[in-house]
């Protein structure tokens, strides 16, 4: 397990970013292949992925200082990487960081984990507490008790339809009763932008930045997230914040990987 530190102004809290890093094979063919059928590859690259790593990677070309918990590898591969575990969070030094963000897993020990940042947080005044986001991606069943849990909360589209939402809205209406009161619920519906519903109740909407050729979508949901955090750790509004985010996702769309992101 390792908490990788970005740089930043001496004094100043990080973001955390708790999940995945993964290494992503990406092959490109000509059409999207049929089934059972051979494509000529046009090229090959390996990326390294993952949400967590990915949103925290954003965070960093941002210029949020920031730090990834997770498991990481010495070489290129490597098999049934544990995930972070209540006890390796027990390490983490909270008053170094003022978010922290979970990539919804395993979902007993992140249980275990928030709830330690939330004692935490009973005794601080109120500019010196941790801020705690989730992001609940995959339809599993014991992830959904995590929605509980955050000051902000992210839902994915796969997740809402899965449930029965046919859009943003209708999922953040259906699924508000799940989330904390004064919390926030987010939820990006890709070429139909993003809608959030704050602490007030109501619904914010951004739509989409596509861009003017669409390259590469692989990680476009991470990077949404990251610059949601990001603006809103910043003390932007609800609406400044999911803007952001789309259009910050929106330009990802048009890039190959992150780095030439900002």
Not at 16 to 34: N, T
Not at 123 to 142: H, L
Request: a negative charge; one cysteine or more; aromatic letters at 6%.
């Amino acid at each position: 397990m390792a908490a990788k530190p970005s740089s930043g102004p001496a004094g100043e809290k990080r973001i955390m970013c708790v999940g995945l890093v993964c290494l992503d094979i990406i092959s490109v063919v000509e059409s999207y292949p049929s089934e059972d059928s051979d494509s000529r590859c046009l090229s090959q690259r390996w990326q390294r992925g993952g949400n967590a790593s990915n949103s925290c990677t954003v965070l960093a070309l941002l210029g949020a200082p920031c730090s990834f918990m997770g498991s990481l590898a010495p070489g290129y591969a490597a098999e049934n990487l544990p995930d972070v575990t209540a006890r390796d969070f027990e390490r983490v030094d909270l008053s170094q960081y003022k978010w922290i963000h979970w990539e919804a897993r395993n979902a007993a020990e992140q249980v275990a984990m928030i709830r330690r940042v939330e004692q935490y947080n009973q005794s601080r005044p109120a500019a010196e507490r941790v801020r705690i986001s989730v992001e609940v991606e995959k339809p599993r069943q014991e992830l959904l008790q995590l929605m509980g849990l955050g000051h902000v909360v992210f839902i994915s589209k796969d997740l809402a339809q899965h449930l029965g939402y046919q859009s943003a809205p209708e999922a953040l209406q259906g699924l508000r009763s799940r989330i904390q009161p004064g919390a926030t619920l987010i939820c990006a519906w890709a070429e139909k932008g993003a809608d959030a519903v704050g602490p007030d109740g109501q619904l914010v909407h951004s739509e989409a930045f596509p861009p003017e050729t669409l390259v590469d979508t692989l990680g476009a949901g991470d990077t949404f997230n990251a610059a949601t955090i990001f603006a809103l750790s910043a003390g932007k509004s609800l609406q400044d914040a999911l803007t952001f985010g789309c259009q910050i996702a929106g330009r990802k769309c048009g890039i190959q990987g992150f780095d030439s992101l900002v």
